[in-house]
């Protein structure tokens, strides 16, 4: 039925169109109103809520891998870049991609202060996923109040009280989290994931991850299926917008399920409690 080819003038006015169409929306974005006393950007959604907890009503803040939006292959617009021109600070969390923007928003938004809020981490083999664990955002929370502070000095008994007040918060999740931990008797028991995204979690509640490796060969996907069945394990954890299929297909191998963990999600504490419910009854 639908065997008739197109005229080739038509198909080169379908890609023209098509391409013109790409070309537009790539360059049109509108970003949030920048009309506080400090106007923030960060690259990752649960930044948000690091900033907003410290800043209160006095930020607004500007994502740039916002929802539904895989940070390792997002190419921000150019118009998503020049908003950063209206921008106060920029607060980095030390991700692969910052380097491959930060080349054209020192073009197009040289002004816009750049502030590392992983910095004084250490870091584990380079893993930059330090937002995963409550005791790591505590120094976060710390870089931010003092930058607030230092780009607006009259709301500093504001911004003082928010990090203390938020940092109370963090103590009470990290409890919580490991009476989870300690209830369900997870202590060195094992989850495997498809991204690895949540090492610095696992270390601080006393599980082991195990990442399926990228690209991985049949081999190493029925090793994995080996250690699963020996211990148990019957959730594979995967991140939407990562690889979906390997980690469907290990699951088919030990008769299993798949779940999403996702290290991304904008509500972070609701988030961190439900991961850690999942964990606790997954982990063998």
């Not at 949030?32 to 959604?45: C, K």
């Not at 060195?188 to 399926?212: C, N, Q, S």
């Amino acid at each position: 039925m639908f065997s008739k080819r197109l005229p080739p003038i038509v198909l080169i006015s379908i890609l023209l169109l098509l391409f013109s169409m790409a070309a537009c929306g790539g360059e049109k974005y509108e970003a949030p109103p920048a009309d506080a006393e400090v106007n923030v950007v960060v690259s990752l959604l649960p930044q948000q809520y690091f900033v907003k907890k410290v800043g209160g009503g006095h930020v607004s803040v500007l994502v740039m891998a916002g929802p539904g939006v895989n940070p390792l292959s997002y190419e921000p617009p150019k118009g998503q870049i020049k908003a950063l021109n209206h921008r106060d600070v920029y607060f980095l969390m030390g991700i692969p991609p910052e380097n491959a923007w930060l080349p054209r928003i020192a073009e197009l938004a040289p002004d816009v202060k750049l502030m590392d809020i992983s910095q004084g981490i250490p870091k584990s083999n380079d893993d930059p996923h330090i937002w995963v664990s409550p005791r790591l955002v505590k120094t976060q929370a710390q870089t931010i109040a003092q930058a607030l502070i230092q780009i607006d000095p009259a709301h500093e008994a504001d911004y003082q009280a928010n990090l203390e007040a938020f940092m109370a918060e963090l103590d009470t999740l990290d409890a919580d989290i490991q009476r989870v931990m300690d209830k369900n008797q997870v202590a060195g028991k094992t989850f495997i994931v498809a991204h690895p995204a949540w090492g610095y979690f696992a270390r601080d509640y006393g599980l082991e991850m195990i990442a399926i490796p990228e690209n991985s060969t049949d081999a190493q996907l029925q090793e994995l299926a080996d250690l699963a069945r020996q211990k148990g394990i019957e959730t594979i954890f995967y991140q939407r917008g990562f690889d979906e299929k390997t980690p469907e297909k290990l699951a088919r191998i030990i008769d299993g399920r798949t779940i999403p963990l996702e290290p991304l999600n904008p509500n972070w504490e609701a988030n961190l409690r439900s991961v850690s419910m999942m964990l606790a009854r997954s982990a063998k």
